[in-house]
T-cell receptor, first 111, second 116 residues
């Protein structure tokens, strides 16, 4: 059972365009993280959000945690080829130490 | 470079065999996590050890086992291998015992297992 659904699964856009990736669940998470994974490497943590409604910015990336702490979005402005990769959201529950990963969004930025 | 090392990088074996994957955590990290990443299942948490003791269990099969040694390195043992066990296996480490805020997991480069 996939507790975290990401959409879209695949996204191919032109350099300079904006995009948004979504991460949705029916469960409430104590925190939610976004990772980026490049081919042949492990996931790398981009950001952690913990408060409902929280917005965090990392250069051209904007992360938002839903008010109910069930969903999150990642918005990239002026996408660059270096943004290409697999983006994973991951949620943690307050009662457990394990992380649940989403299905991933594979992003490709065309020069 | 995350500071987490995994060996071997690639492993090719036959069905029914047994293999051992090795992970060395970042210096100072007490927790080690194992994950399996396959095309159809995504990234699945298998098991976590903290300072030598099992801390949390995920979707780990009975044919799989793990341990963390006194020097904090960890091994994941996969036995009676099946074709469906072919996947990337990642190890991650963190300072503390929880996966929550402030306890960032750093992932190794992974071991690609191919079962023929």
């Amino acid at each position: 059972t996939q507790l975290l659904e990401q959409s879209p699964q695949f996204l191919s856009i032109q350099e300079g365009e904006n995009l948004t990736v979504y991460c949705n669940s029916s469960s409430v998470f104590s925190s939610l993280q976004w990772y980026r994974q490049e081919p042949g490497e492990g996931p790398v943590l981009l950001v952690t959000v913990v408060t409902g409604g929280e917005v965090k910015k990392l250069k051209r990336l904007t992360f938002q945690f839903g008010d109910a702490r069930k969903d999150s979005s990642l918005h990239i402005t002026a996408a660059q080829p270096g943004d290409t990769g697999l983006y994973l959201c991951a949620g943690t529950y307050s009662s457990a130490s394990k992380i649940i990963f989403g299905s991933g969004t594979r992003l490709s930025i065309r020069p | 470079d995350s500071g987490v090392t995994q060996t071997p990088k690639h492993l090719i074996t036959a069905t029914g065999q047994r293999v051992t994957l090795r992970c060395s955590p970042r210096s100072g990290d007490l927790s080690v996590y194992w994950y399996q990443q396959s095309l159809d299942q995504g990234l699945q948490f298998l098991i976590q050890y903290y300072n030598g003791e099992e801390r949390a269990k995920g979707n780990i099969l009975e044919r799989f086992s793990a341990q963390q040694f006194p020097d904090l390195h960890s091994e994941l043992n996969l036995s009676s291998l099946e074709l469906g066990d072919s996947a990337l296996y990642f190890c991650a480490s963190s300072v503390g015992s929880s996966g929550r805020l402030g306890d960032t997991q750093y992932f190794g480069p992974g071991t690609r297992l191919t079962v023929l």
